[in-house]
T-cell receptor, first 109, second 113 residues
Framework: DAKTTQPPSMDCAEGRAANLPCNHSTISGNEYVYWYRQIHSQGPQYIIHGLKNNETNEMASLIITEDRKSSTLILPHATLRDTAVYYCIVALAGNMLTFGGGTRLMVKP | KAGVTQTPRYLIKTRGQQVTLSCSPISGHRSVSWYQQTPGQGLQFLFEYFSETQRNKGNFPGRFSGRQFSNSRSEMNVSTLELGDSALYLC????????????FGPGTRLTVT
């Protein structure tokens, strides 16, 4: 699997959009970008994934650059409950997940 | 629909003992994966089972083993426990083999003394 690079921590004001970046410059053409988050003392939670096109679901939006070397997860209106570690993972469909260090997002009132 | 359940939630064992952890996947899910999470190493993949067969394996010693039953429930066993095996053990299920959209349980916190 390609390696990802994420900032170790970020802050966001409650109610504002949280934009979490991820670099994956060595991604191959058939690898997907997955995002998970882990709230303290819980198991990771799947958020969203994409291959080339931008994706949106009820939780977040995923923006993938045209060259696919980076992506951004957007939480449109962050709440205190969004405070968590966010993991960006690049994986082939049908492969195991390799978690990196993630980004610790702190949403502040 | 009930989520992934893991039992027990907490466990304390001594070095040299063995331990068995259990995971019940989401109803209808046939793939179960196991992960170990420690402060130093983060989340690491242990193995994946699908249709009672191990399909993928991470880089862990043979002391770590698992199995899956016909009802998709899975167990993980660690023999000859070491202090370094203290960790949160997470189970995840998905509807298809190796599908990266996985649903995690709350984990079993194992402490080895």
């Amino acid at each position: 699997d390609a390696k990802t690079t994420q900032p170790p921590s970020m802050d966001c004001a409650e109610g504002r959009a949280a934009n979490l970046p991820c670099n994956h410059s060595t991604i191959s053409g058939n690898e997907y970008v997955y995002w998970y988050r882990q709230i303290h003392s819980q198991g990771p939670q799947y958020i969203i994934h994409g291959l080339k096109n931008n994706e949106t679901n009820e939780m977040a939006s995923l923006i993938i650059t045209e060259d696919r070397k980076s992506s951004t997860l957007i939480l449109p209106h962050a709440t205190l409950r969004d405070t968590a570690v966010y993991y960006c993972i690049v994986a082939l469909a049908g492969n195991m997940l390799t978690f990196g260090g993630g980004t610790r997002l702190m949403v502040k009132p | 629909k009930a989520g992934v359940t893991q039992t027990p939630r907490y466990l304390i064992k001594t070095r040299g003992q063995q331990v068995t952890l259990s995971c019940s996947p989401i109803s209808g899910h046939r793939s179960v994966s196991w992960y170990q999470q420690t402060p130093g190493q983060g989340l690491q993949f242990l193995f994946e089972y699908f249709s009672e067969t191990q399909r993928n394996k991470g880089n862990f010693p043979g002391r770590f083993s698992g199995r899956q039953f016909s009802n998709s429930r899975s167990e993980m066993n660690v023999s000859t426990l070491e202090l370094g095996d203290s960790a949160l053990y997470l189970c995840a299920s998905s509807s298809l083999q190796g599908k990266a959209e996985q649903y995690f349980g709350p984990g079993t916190r194992l402490t080895v003394t």
